[in-house]
C-alpha cells in the first residue's frame, strides 16, 4: 500500500501538476498615485511638433501621450510601448492608470506620421476606454501604414 502511494505521489510530481517547491505568493501593496510627481518629471526628449510662430503653443511630443487638463490630474500613464506587427504596420499600446477613487471613461485616439512629421494617415477615431477607480487600463491601436510609419502620437483626454 505504502508503495502505491509513493508512486502515485511520483507520478503527480512528475506530471507537473504540483510544482516540486512552494511558490512564494505575491502581492502588491494597493495602487497609490503621485501625481505631482508625474507631472513634475521632464517632457521626453526627442522630436516633437511645435507651431510656426514660436512660444504659440506648447510643443508636443511625439512617440508619447498628449492629455487635455480634465485627464491630467487623474490618469497617469504607466506604459508606453510601440511595436512592429508581421504585417509591419506600426502597433501603440498605453497603460493607463485611474488614481481617482472613481470610474472613469476617457476617450483615446492615435496619430501616426513619417519621419519629416506629415501624417501617414488620417488620425484614428476616439476610442472610449473605461478604466476603474484605482485600477489600470491598456488602450491599442495599430496603424494602416506600414514602413513609412516613424513617430505616433497618443490624445488622451474626458468631459468628466
Known amino acids: 500500500m505504502k508503495i ?6 511520483a507520478a503527480v510530481l512528475l506530471s507537473g501538476l504540483v510544482p516540486e517547491a512552494p511558490v512564494a505568493a505575491r502581492e502588491n501593496r494597493p495602487l497609490k498615485c503621485r501625481i505631482g510627481a508625474a507631472r513634475r518629471a521632464q517632457a521626453p526628449v526627442g522630436a516633437a511638433l511645435v507651431a510656426n510662430v514660436p ?6 511630443s511625439l512617440d508619447a501621450v498628449q492629455m487635455n487638463d480634465r485627464v491630467w490630474k487623474k490618469v497617469i500613464v504607466e506604459g508606453l510601448f510601440a511595436r512592429r506587427t508581421p504585417t509591419d504596420t506600426l502597433e501603440v499600446m498605453a497603460r493607463l492608470v485611474n488614481c481617482t477613487k472613481a470610474p472613469l ?13 506629415a501624417p501617414t494617415e488620417p ?30 502620437l497618443i490624445e488622451l483626454r474626458s468631459d468628466q
Open 4 to 9: 502505491a502511494l509513493a508512486l502515485c505521489a
Open 55 to 60: 512660444r504659440a503653443m506648447t510643443p508636443v
Open 105 to 117: 471613461a476617457v476617450s483615446v485616439r492615435s496619430s501616426f506620421l513619417d519621419a519629416g512629421q
Open 123 to 152: 488620425t484614428s477615431v476616439w476610442r472610449i476606454v473605461h478604466i476603474a477607480p484605482l485600477s489600470m487600463a491598456t488602450y491599442q491601436e495599430r496603424s494602416m501604414a506600414t514602413t513609412n510609419v516613424a513617430h505616433y
